[in-house]
T-cell receptor, first 111, second 114 residues
Framework: GQNIDQPTEMTATEGAIVQINCTYQTSGFNGLFWYQQHAGEAPTFLSYNVLDGLEEKGRFSSFLSRSKGYSYPLLKELQMKDSASYLCAVSLKAAGNKLTFGGGTRVLVKP | GAGVSQTPSNKVTEKGKYVELRCDPISGHTALYWYRQSLGQGPEFLIYFQGTGAADDSGLPNDRFFAVRPEGSVSTLKIQRTERGDSAVYLC????????????FGPGTRLTVT
């Protein structure tokens, strides 16, 4: 089976940087996705990593280490609207890209 | 363009009843997925369609759950003899092709079984 772990909650200050760690144990790894989900809304795509390294996209970056089985997004210059759940999801080669999600990390941005 | 739509947005039903949840994917998306999300948890995979066929239904919890996609577009998730434990948000997602591509999620149907 697959095991995906991420912290349940984090608190950060407006304007700061937050890093959310996600560790996974899977076979047939075919990439890792991060989704953002505001309360009561659908998850929205943030990033996809399949190769090791950091990918940057404006205020949002995502890092992957396949050998160590972990990933993190970096959210910079935090804004109040960034308060949301952040979902780590692994895609498996033999599974038609079905996503296996972690439990999500609820990030609360305080002024 | 239009995103993934799901109806109804909310459904309250009594234990033992039958319900149907509908998903309208983004036009042209061949891959369609159903997930279930309980409060405070991540989505849990139920079933995946490639075109009209269910390519992977390994996530369906039991034989009370069934899904169809007869014309390769709209999909219906059907739950028979609902139980209180079926209460959750049912999310539908679609992607242009199968393989590691971005999945676009609908707003979900909140099912409450009383």
């Amino acid at each position: 089976g697959q095991n995906i772990d991420q912290p349940t909650e984090m608190t950060a200050t407006e304007g700061a940087i937050v890093q959310i760690n996600c560790t996974y144990q899977t076979s047939g790894f075919n990439g890792l996705f991060w989704y953002q989900q505001h309360a009561g809304e659908a998850p929205t795509f943030l990033s996809y990593n399949v190769l090791d390294g950091l990918e940057e996209k404006g205020r949002f970056s995502s890092f992957l280490s396949r050998s160590k089985g972990y990933s993190y997004p970096l959210l910079k210059e935090l804004q109040m609207k960034d308060s949301a759940s952040y979902l780590c999801a692994v895609s498996l080669k033999a599974a038609g890209n079905k996503l296996t999600f972690g439990g999500g990390t609820r990030v609360l941005v305080k002024p | 363009g239009a995103g993934v739509s799901q109806t109804p947005s909310n459904k309250v039903t009594e234990k033992g009843k039958y319900v149907e949840l509908r998903c309208d994917p983004i036009s042209g998306h061949t891959a369609l997925y159903w997930y279930r999300q309980s409060l405070g948890q991540g989505p849990e995979f139920l079933i995946y369609f490639q075109g009209t066929g269910a390519a992977d239904d390994s996530g369906l919890p039991n034989d009370r759950f069934f899904a169809v996609r007869p014309e390769g577009s709209v999909s219906t998730l059907k739950i028979q003899r609902t139980e209180r434990g079926d209460s959750a948000v049912y999310l539908c997602a679609s992607s242009l092709i199968s393989g590691p591509n971005e999945q676009y999620f609908g707003p979900g149907t909140r099912l409450t079984v009383t």
